[in-house]
């Protein structure tokens, strides 16, 4: 069950959208609110021999009639569990042909009619669930998420250069509707610059949280849009006052030893001897919906500094991500926040379930998915 660990005064911003009407916002006091969720294993799997194995599990998602979708970017392939955890199909690998990939796929969508979209460096593929192709987007800007819409249409969030010119030139990422090349939302700052030689840098959050609605935002805040997947009209704000943490000199040199101790060239010395983190760290990293009901998890940085917060530590030494803040996916509102079990990374939900990337200490990937369990609030 999830129940009220922890209570302390803060302020959290409500925010109240309903159907076909604007945001409105509400002053809230709110709280910070640990909350207790009981996990179930319901299954596990890639963990034995006898399993089928992952290389690098990059992405996954649950398809509407409850099957888990998983792209294995080390494999080039996708695969679909049924909904005890058996395999019912793979397809993929490394070439030009259908079902296919010449580039190294990196994300996976399913829409609500069941079509796979599985998102390389600059094309979409799109395939019915047993793996045949429907359809293909090859486009000339970066891609880096994507998600559906009600229509059935692919969204990406995207740069719109290629290659190494776009962060030369600290370009805004964009969300694009790949089928009119329609921008539904544009980032109002753009990342650093490659020159700057900043590790860790601002870069957007975009996430499918219904049918309908993708949530957006930019990873160096907590401040979050939700949009009409149609449009981009903007429904209303998943927002919390945090206050937010970066790293200290101390932490910064102690990044560039760590660069100049892996480097071995002298163009790496260079780099590593400039290198500096982005300020603030990362405060958060992405989200999707799940339990109960339709509940937006959004996965926290460490550079929110409440009194949840881990230590920060070394640099990327000791970092635990394993906070995630969970908001209604009806009117916005902060419900808490929850700690997930240790070496995993969730990834994907459903009403009652939760799915993601487990890492044993040899850094094997397998998959979990896991029932959670909540008390009416």
Do not use: K
Not at 22 to 49: C, H, I, K, M, S
Not at 56 to 74: H, K, T
Not at 143 to 159: H, K, M, S, W, Y
Not at 301 to 320: S, T
């Amino acid at each position: 069950m999830f129940r009220q660990a922890i209570g302390s005064a803060s302020t959290v911003l409500l925010v109240l959208a309903g159907s076909g009407c604007t945001a409105e916002q509400v002053g809230r006091e709110g709280g910070l609110r640990l909350l207790e969720p009981e996990f179930t294993d319901e299954y596990w799997t890639g963990n034995e021999p006898t399993d089928g194995q992952f290389i690098d599990v990059s992405s996954m998602v649950f398809a509407p009639n409850g099957e888990l979708v998983i792209l294995d970017r080390g494999e080039r392939s996708v695969v679909v569990l049924d909904t005890v955890g058996r395999e019912v199909t793979r397809w993929g690998r490394h070439g030009d042909g259908p079902g296919e990939f010449n580039q190294e796929p990196n994300g996976v969508a399913v829409s609500a009619d069941g079509v796979v979209a599985v998102h390389s460096f600059t094309r979409v593929d799109m395939f019915t669930l047993s793996g045949g192709p429907v359809d293909s987007h090859l486009v000339d800007v970066s891609v880096f998420d994507i998600a559906f819409n009600g229509q059935g249409e692919v969204l990406a969030r995207v740069r719109p250069a290629t290659g190494i010119e776009a962060f030369a030139e600290g370009v805004p990422e964009q969300v694009l509707r790949l089928a009119d090349r329609n921008v539904l939302w544009s980032a109002p700052r753009a990342g650093p610059p490659l020159g700057s030689f900043q590790f860790g840098g601002l870069h957007a959050i975009v996430a499918g949280i219904s049918p309908n609605q993708i949530l957006v935002g930019l990873s160096d805040e907590y401040d979050m849009s939700v949009l009409d997947a149609s449009t981009g009209r903007e429904l209303g704000r998943v927002f919390r006052d945090v206050e937010l943490r970066g790293p200290t000199e101390r932490f910064n040199d102690g990044l560039r030893e760590i660069g100049l101790a892996r480097a071995s060239t002298e163009i790496g010395r260079s780099i590593a001897e400039q290198m500096v983190y982005g300020d603030p760290f990362p405060v958060v990293t992405d989200a999707f919906v799940g339990p109960p009901g339709r509940v937006i998890w959004v996965r926290r940085g460490i550079g929110v500094g409440d009194a949840l917060a881990p230590p920060v530590g070394e640099p990327e030494d000791d970092w635990v991500l394993r906070l995630y803040d969970l908001f209604s996916a009806e009117t916005y509102e902060y419900m808490g926040t929850v700690e997930i079990p240790e070496d995993l990374r969730l990834m994907a939900g459903d009403s009652a379930r939760v799915a993601g990337r487990h890492t044993d200490p040899l850094g094997v990937h397998s998959v979990r998915v896991l029932r959670v369990a909540m008390e009416e609030r």
